[in-house]
């Protein structure tokens, strides 16, 4: 499809609960990149994947972040022992080749940490 | 370190009183500067790339333009439509950062009828 499907499109987890959001990108397209847009809207660059290779990886918490690309799989974003200052948005997004033409957006997965 | 910075934070319209947007931004090796709309509850919509200062591009009542620090956004007689948080973004290539892109905060625009 042409679009970034992102799901779900809410989730709620208590603190110290595991969270899992999916990102299916655009066919064909082989970069995919998440960001974590919190109040204000401040994004924060997470990972970023060309194919099923980590790209980019300097902008996630590893300790307790994660993530994949798996051939024919949606993307995966883990976050283990959620807290509370991991509530935002989560927007994963594509890009045909190297970004040169801007990436389209999914409409983002809100993750609230009570 | 790189910086994004876009002003005014919010903007507030009469329908048709034309106006412009800024971002200025510090960055080392610019390789493109993007804007996005983004309306509440969705993700960022692609409007425009530049590449190099005194590129221009236009879609409908939006133009974008480039310095070597600074990009506006033009919006002649807009319409409440036009009504979104505008983003610009900048692209940095440096080796393993490829395609990373550092956003500013986003403009709130409301044009009211």
């Known amino acids: 499809g042409e679009e970034v499907a992102q799901t779900p499109k809410h989730l709620v987890r208590g603190e110290g609960q595991k969270a899992k959001l999916y990102c299916a990108p655009i066919?064909?397209?082989?970069?995919v990149f998440w960001y974590q847009q919190v109040l204000k809207n401040e994004f924060k660059f997470l990972i970023s994947?060309?194919?099923?290779?980590?790209?980019?990886e300097t902008g996630m918490p590893k300790e307790r972040f994660s993530a994949k690309c798996l051939p024919n799989s949606p993307c995966s974003l883990e976050i283990q022992a959620t807290k509370l200052e991991d509530s935002a948005v989560y927007f994963c997004a594509s890009s045909q080749t190297t970004p040169n033409y801007g990436y389209t957006f999914g409409s983002g997965t809100r993750l609230t940490v009570v | 370190e790189d910086q994004v910075t876009q002003s005014p934070e919010a903007l507030r319209l009469q329908e048709g009183e034309s106006s412009s947007l800024n971002c200025s931004y510090t960055v080392s090796g610019l390789r493109g500067l993007f804007w996005y709309r983004q309306d509440p509850g969705k993700g960022p919509e692609f409007l425009f790339t530049l590449y190099s200062a005194g590129e221009e591009k236009e879609k409908e009542r939006l133009k974008a333009t480039l310095t070597k620090k600074e990009s506006f956004l033009h919006i002649t007689a807009p319409k409440p439509e036009d009504s979104a948080t505008y983003l610009c973004?900048?692209?940095?290539?440096?080796?393993?950062?490829?395609?990373?892109?550092?956003f500013g905060r986003g403009t709130q625009l409301t044009v009211w009828p």
């Open positions: 066919k064909g397209h082989s970069y």
């Open positions: 994947f060309q194919n099923e290779n980590v790209f980019d």
């Open positions: 973004a900048v692209r940095a290539d440096r080796g393993s950062t490829l395609g990373r892109l550092y």
